[in-house]
């Protein structure tokens, strides 16, 4: 199974990570992917996820081909 | 229904102009609302001397797209457009451009707010500030 | 703080454009709100080819000036405009058009919804409408 | 005593009076106003009046030099 991960904003610059493609012998979880991608740091408060361009929690499962998301809050606008 | 996101400083009102130029349903708007949000020079009293707009290519338009949809199930809008800038930006330039157009005022006003707060809460675009002595990324919007 | 009544067609945004750049508090204000009515072509099921707009001279400005004023005490804003539409009035354009500078965009949005339900309630215009076979004057304004 | 008198729109064509100065001998209401303006009409619903250019109610003092609107609902914006 392979996963693309991307990290933006501050959460990029913390983890020095832009994006990432993991590989995972079976079915996980949002969270397994956060913390394979990081070697298991800790999870910021706020911390936003997303599947495909989709807001999900934590959670969600994940499958092959999924594009995941981390990022903080956001401030457009 | 536009969305766009630009990387060029953007006329918010002759953006406004042209989409309501180019709609079909002439003389059936009695309603505009517009909100333009502009980069200010301070914030959180301190001068801010420029600002990096990052965002989630393809998530920011898929979002905002999304939430014109649902303004249009939600209101009797005719037609709404939503232009965001990201990369450099200096005070004074315009950051964001929502305007709504209907047959009837609440409409209009009640659809771009809607916008505007959907937008403010959950749209992947995040501020970098340049201060006089460093940077720092705004953690936060304010919720109204 | 701006109040004008115009005989003729005025471009409501490029009115905009022209406030905004003579304000002094430039990379101050990070929120505009704009509203502007428009003529339509069609009202309560009928076509309406025209339309005369009356007004109280004098009145109309003291009263758009006073609910100026209240918008002003009322929420934390910079400036404001209105612009209103007098006399023989075709479809397409505009009528009225609100806008206020703030830096947020509650008292933005706030201050302009105030300004144009005051105006809609209160201020001393009245509408009389050219249809096909006659015309009529508009009997009320909606509330909202 | 000597006051203005008013009238718009709908108001204006129904009396077919635009304007009109009237005397009275001593201090009155803007009903009293309405009455000699009118020769007694009946009052419309809705009618909306002011004084020198601010709103009022039919049992508001008028006093000399005055100028005392009457119209119909307003339509604008």
Do not use: C, T
């Given at each position: 199974?392979?996963?693309?991960v991307k990290f933006f904003?501050?959460?990029?610059?913390?983890?020095?990570?832009?994006?990432?493609q993991i590989q995972a012998d079976q079915a996980g979880t949002v969270m397994q992917v956060w913390q394979q991608a990081t070697n298991s740091q800790a999870i910021p408060a706020n911390l936003l996820c997303?599947?495909?361009m989709e807001y999900v929690g934590l959670e969600h499962a994940v499958v092959d081909g999924d594009e995941v998301a981390f990022f903080p809050p956001v401030t457009g606008g | 229904m536009?969305?766009?996101?630009?990387?060029e400083p953007f006329d918010a009102y002759a953006e406004v102009q042209i989409m309501q130029d180019s709609l079909e349903q002439q003389g059936k708007f009695g309603a505009t609302s517009v909100f333009v949000g502009t980069m200010r020079d301070f914030n959180?009293?301190?001068?801010?001397?420029?600002?990096?707009?990052?965002?989630?290519?393809?998530m920011t338009e898929k979002y905002l797209t999304q939430i014109?949809?649902?303004?249009?199930?939600?209101?009797?809008?005719?037609?709404?457009l939503i232009i965001h800038r990201v990369g450099q930006i200096e005070p004074g330039d315009s950051i964001?451009?929502?305007?709504v157009w209907a047959a009837h005022r609440a409409a209009a006003y009640d659809a771009n707010r809607y916008l505007m707060e959907e937008l403010k809460s959950r749209a992947p675009f995040w501020k970098k500030e340049q201060l006089n002595d460093g940077q720092r990324w705004?953690?936060?919007n304010t919720p109204s």
């Open positions: 199974m392979s996963i693309q904003a501050s959460l990029r610059e913390q983890l020095q990570i832009d994006e990432i997303a599947i495909n | 536009v969305v766009q996101i630009r990387n959180e009293d301190e001068s801010v001397q420029s600002m990096f707009l990052e965002h989630y290519p393809g014109s949809q649902q303004a249009k199930q939600n209101w009797p809008i005719i037609d709404s964001v451009l929502v305007a705004v953690e936060k």
